[in-house]
């Protein structure tokens, strides 16, 4: 596979952004990216890599997304996004399209991955980036994780129909591009699409969160194990959209410790889905626990995201952004 795996990521594209939907800075528009490399890079200012659009966190439809690999870097690319990674849930195989297209392109992409973590009662998510998508553990670790999901969406497709939802096991299953990866996304889509619920927020709220009939507990992996797969595949580990887990201040210290202590080494300061608050808190924990920042909008679908591929909050200042070792 034809994957940037090696060295800095070569000609990263700084495409012009006018503005972000936040209100947030712009990004410096392109450069000529073929200068001289043996220049003082510490001193240019357009290798600074809080100047780059960086957008290291979304999906296409080899997990819960809708889109293509190819799509989902076409539209970056159309975005201005300059440094991109694709981080499927629990599994790589949307990576080759993805790094093809990004070659063609023009756009510095990164092979990422997203991973499903058991802790304190919650599922908290891992993303590692830059990752070697043929590790042998890796992949086995992905395995593991993603044969737990067939047997979870045939015991939701059960619960659904104890309360008159019938068909929901298979529905959900036709909507997944990836067999092995019917999630909750595809469950709420598909009841969207009867017409039980207006969106799928709603039906996340109504039957697939805890304490509701469509919601089934699973264990995933130890946060360990997801930091070790990412790091012994070469990659660097980020505790994903930290705002999002139902964690108290404690827990939430506790959950980053534990994080960093199994080698994880930055936090998601700037998702898709935080407010400006959540992301001016976690930039200070960052700084407070010596953790780089990584930012990703975790776009699935031009309808139902948060924030679209290069939108969403940007990283302070104050912060060292995690793509700073690749640009
Ligand atoms: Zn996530
Ligand atoms: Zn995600």
Redesign the pocket.
Known sequence: MNLAQDGAAPGVNLNPLTCDREGGRGFDTAIDTSSDPSRDLSRDPYRDPHRINADLHCHSYFSDGTLAPSEVVARAHRNGVGLLALTD?DDVSGLSEAAAAAAELGIAFIPGV?ISVSWGGETI?VVGLRIDPNDADLCAGLASVRSGRDARAREMGAQLARVGLTGAFEGAAALAGNPALVSRTHFARWLVERGTCTDVRAVFLKYLVPGRPGYVPHAWARLSEAVSWIAGAGGVAVL??PA?YKLGELALSALVEEFRNAGGLAIEVASGSHTRDQVRRFARLALAEGLEASRGS?FHSPLESHADLGFGPVLPDSVLPVWHRWV
């Open positions: 849930h997203e998510h994903a959209h999002r975790d």
